[in-house]
C-alpha cells in the first residue's frame, strides 16, 4: 500500500488495482477524490473506481483507463476541524496485449522460455500459452501465441513392374530414377498445399521377364526327328508351349517342356521346312514372350530305273 505524506509527490503505476493509505488519527475520518487531469474532473465511473468508502484511512482504486490522476485525501478530527488537503499525482501507464500468429509443420518450439516465448514445444494446434514480460514503463506486456501446427504426410507407392521401372519425372511424382531390382527404399518428398512435407516411398517389385531362345536354324533328312535341344530359357520360367507354323502341337512328343522332340508331318516334309515357335509365358505383370527356329527337311535321293542290257 501507498502510505500518502504531508506534501505532494507523484507516482508511476500500471492498469490495475493499487492500495493506498494515510496514517490514521484515533477518531479522525478521511474524504478522499480522484481527479482526471486531462478532464479537471472525476473521472467516468468504471475508470478509477475508489473503495471502500470515503472516510476510511485505507483505500483501493482500481484504475482501468491510462492516465495521470490526483488522488486527494483530507483528514477531520474529533474536534471537526480539517486539515489541509494530501495529494497524490498518479501516472497510470498501459501494459500491452498482442498475438503471435505462428504456422508450422509438425512441431513449433516458441521462444527460449526467457525473453520471446514459454520455451515450450507444441505439436498441436493452440490459442491459449501466453508469455509475460515488462514494458519499459514497467507494465505487462502479455503476448498470446495462435498456433496452427499443419502435419506432414507419408504414403507408399506400391508398384510392380516387368524388368524396370523408371519412378516419375523427378520434379513432381517421383525420383525420375530407373530401377531393374526390387527395392523399398527409394523416397520422394514434396511440399502439400498446406505448406508440409509429403514423403512418398516407392515399394517396388520388379519381376524378370521370360527370355526364351528356340535354337539355331538346323536341317534333317527326310523321315527323321529332330530333337530340339538347342532351346534354352535364361530369364523367369513360367508355362512352356511349343507349336508348328499352323498353331498346333501335334508333332511334339511333349509341347510343355524345354527341348522335346518333333516328328515333322507330311505337309511339312511337302513344304521342306517347318518353323517351330517356342513361347513361355510371363510372371504378372510380364506378359509372354516367344522365339522361332526354322527346320530344313531335305529329301532323300530317289535313284533313277535300274536297266539291264
Do not use: K, M, R
Amino acid at each position: 500500500a501507498q502510505t500518502l505524506p504531508n506534501s505532494t509527490i507523484t507516482q508511476s503505476v500500471c492498469i490495475g488495482t493499487e492500495d493506498y493509505e494515510i496514517v490514521p488519527a484515533l477518531g479522525s475520518t478521511y474524504t478522499w477524490s480522484i481527479i482526471d487531469q486531462n478532464t479537471t474532473a472525476p473521472p467516468l465511473a468504471g475508470e478509477a473506481d475508489i473503495s471502500p468508502f470515503i472516510g476510511d484511512w485505507y483505500i483501493q482504486v482500481d484504475f482501468t483507463i491510462p492516465g495521470t490522476y490526483v488522488l486527494s485525501v483530507t483528514e477531520q478530527d474529533l474536534n471537526s476541524c480539517q486539515g489541509a488537503t494530501v495529494d497524490l499525482t498518479i501516472t497510470v501507464n498501459a501494459g500491452s496485449s498482442s498475438t503471435h500468429v505462428v504456422t508450422e509443420c509438425d512441431t513449433y518450439t516458441w521462444g527460449d522460455g526467457v525473453t520471446n516465448g514459454d520455451g515450450n514445444v507444441y505439436t498441436s494446434s493452440t490459442n491459449t500459452p501466453i508469455f509475460t514480460i515488462q514494458t519499459v514503463n514497467g507494465c505487462d506486456s502479455v503476448i498470446t501465441l495462435d498456433l496452427t501446427i499443419n502435419n506432414s504426410s507419408s504414403s507408399t507407392h506400391v508398384v510392380t513392374e516387368c524388368d524396370t521401372y523408371t519412378w516419375g519425372d523427378g520434379v513432381t511424382n517421383g525420383d525420375g530414377l530407373t530401377y531393374t531390382s526390387s527395392t523399398n527404399t527409394p523416397t520422394f518428398t514434396t511440399i502439400t498445399v498446406n505448406g508440409c512435407d509429403s514423403i512418398i516411398t516407392l515399394d517396388l517389385t520388379i519381376t524378370a521377364s521370360p527370355d526364351p531362345f528356340a535354337g539355331a536354324n538346323d536341317t534333317i533328312c527326310e523321315g527323321l526327328t529332330y530333337t530340339l535341344s538347342g532351346a534354352t530359357n535364361t530369364g523367369n520360367s513360367g508355362a512352356i508351349n511349343w507349336t508348328d507354323a499352323s498353331g498346333f502341337s501335334l508333332g511334339f512328343s511333349n509341347p510343355g517342356i524345354l527341348n522335346p522332340v518333333y516328328t515333322p508331318t507330311i505337309s511339312d516334309i511337302a513344304a521342306g521346312f517347318v518353323t517351330l515357335t517356342l513361347e513361355i509365358s510371363g510372371s504378372a505383370p510380364c506378359p509372354p514372350e516367344s522365339s522361332s527356329v526354322t527346320i530344313i527337311i531335305n529329301a532323300n535321293p530317289t535313284p533313277g530305273p535300274i536297266w539291264h542290257n
